[in-house]
T-cell receptor, first 115, second 111 residues
Framework: DADVTQTPRNRITKTGKRIMLECSQT?????MYWYRQDPGLGLQLIYY???????NKGEISDGYSVSRQAQAKFSLSLESAIPNQTALYFC??????????????FGPGTRLTVL | QKEVEQDPGPLSVPEGAIVSLNCTYS??????FMWYRQYSRKGPELLMY????GNKEDGRFTAQVDKSSKYISLFIRDSQPSDSATYLC???????????FGQGTRLTINP
């Protein structure tokens, strides 16, 4: 979905390096999310933010941090990357007024490999 | 034990077949049940959703929820090669803003 963009799309890095993944959206949504996807494990929530001053941990936040720089921007950082953080990372957004279903709109993903 | 279980497959069927995809869950408080479709090298997109129990039909797709068995299904009729994708079930509580996803089932429809 072109309304949610992620950079970079692919990244290879080494153990111990600091990595930042960026997400931008033009949908005007308040809510933003970071997930990781691993084969056989589905989507796991890392962090989520309901507005610029609201940051919440998800189910697998250890080893990650986030920054909500603006309504439209939500960054995910790996302070010291390790090989088991190799995964596909997705950013998603949702509209607070979007009804009970809370449809989430996903970016195209960032494939991260930690050697 | 995950809250939502889904067989990751892969599942491969011939074109025109009826496909059944399923998820089980353990939290009886889930009220909203969704199916997301994810094409290769893309993010997931919402395909269908249902509230509480019952069926919902949209073209060739039918979503079914059986709350008594904690079991949901997605049926695809007259399957097409363009239906080849990973299908993820997702669920949420009433008023909750987080989704709980299944592992996803990778489906291939062979021409």
């Amino acid at each position: 979905d072109a309304d949610v963009t992620q950079t970079p799309r692919n990244r290879i890095t080494k153990t111990g390096k600091r990595i930042m993944l960026e997400c931008s959206q033009t949908k005007g949504h308040d809510r933003m999310y970071w997930y990781r996807q691993d084969p056989g494990l589905g989507l796991q929530l890392i962090y989520y933010s309901f507005d610029v001053k609201d940051i919440n941990k998800g189910e697998i936040s250890d080893g990650y941090s986030v920054s909500r720089q603006a309504q439209a921007k939500f960054s995910l950082s790996l302070e010291s990357a390790i090989p088991n953080q190799t995964a596909l990372y997705f950013c998603a957004t949702s509209d607070a007024s979007g009804g009970a279903i809370n449809e989430q709109f996903f970016g195209p993903g960032t494939r991260l490999t930690v050697l | 034990q995950k809250e939502v279980e889904q067989d990751p497959g892969p599942l491969s069927v011939p074109e025109g077949a009826i496909v059944s995809l399923n998820c089980t869950y353990s939290n009886s408080a889930f009220q909203y049940f969704m199916w997301y479709r994810q094409y290769s090298r893309k993010g997931p997109e919402l395909l269908m959703y249902t509230y509480s129990s019952g069926n919902k039909e949209d073209g060739r797709f039918t979503a079914q929820v059986d709350k008594s068995s904690k079991y949901i299904s997605l049926f695809i009729r007259d399957s097409q090669p363009s239906d080849s994708a990973t299908y993820l079930c997702a669920m949420s509580l009433q008023g909750a803003q987080k989704l709980v996803f299944g592992q996803g089932t990778r489906l291939t429809i062979n021409p």
